[in-house]
């Protein structure tokens, strides 16, 4: 009955969670040739600036594609 944000230690723990989700607008726009953190889509910021107040971490480097070079560095 209470809200826990560390993953339980033991399996009987584990079985009592329930998950909360939480789900956000995406976007349809294609991001693979995007260089620049601004010229992201509204929506796939707001998705980033909610992981990184989640995690209380700033998030630095963002992947917008499978070649190495396809990294946003903010």
């Given at each position: 009955?209470?809200?826990?944000?560390?993953?339980?230690?033991?399996l009987?723990?584990?079985?009592?969670?329930?998950?909360?989700?939480?789900t956000?607008p995406?976007w349809?726009?294609?991001?693979?040739?995007?260089k620049?953190?601004?010229d992201?889509?509204?929506?796939?910021?707001?998705?980033?600036?909610?992981?990184?107040?989640?995690?209380?971490?700033?998030?630095?480097?963002?992947?917008?594609?499978?070649?190495?070079?396809?990294t946003?560095?903010?």
């Amino acid at each position: 009955g209470k809200k826990v944000i560390y993953f339980p230690s033991t399996l009987s723990d584990l079985e009592k969670c329930k998950v909360i989700y939480k789900t956000y607008p995406g976007w349809s726009q294609d991001i693979s040739e995007v260089k620049k953190y601004s010229d992201l889509p509204n929506n796939c910021r707001l998705y980033i600036q909610s992981i990184e107040n989640m995690l209380k971490i700033p998030i630095h480097y963002i992947s917008v594609g499978a070649d190495r070079l396809s990294t946003i560095h903010r």
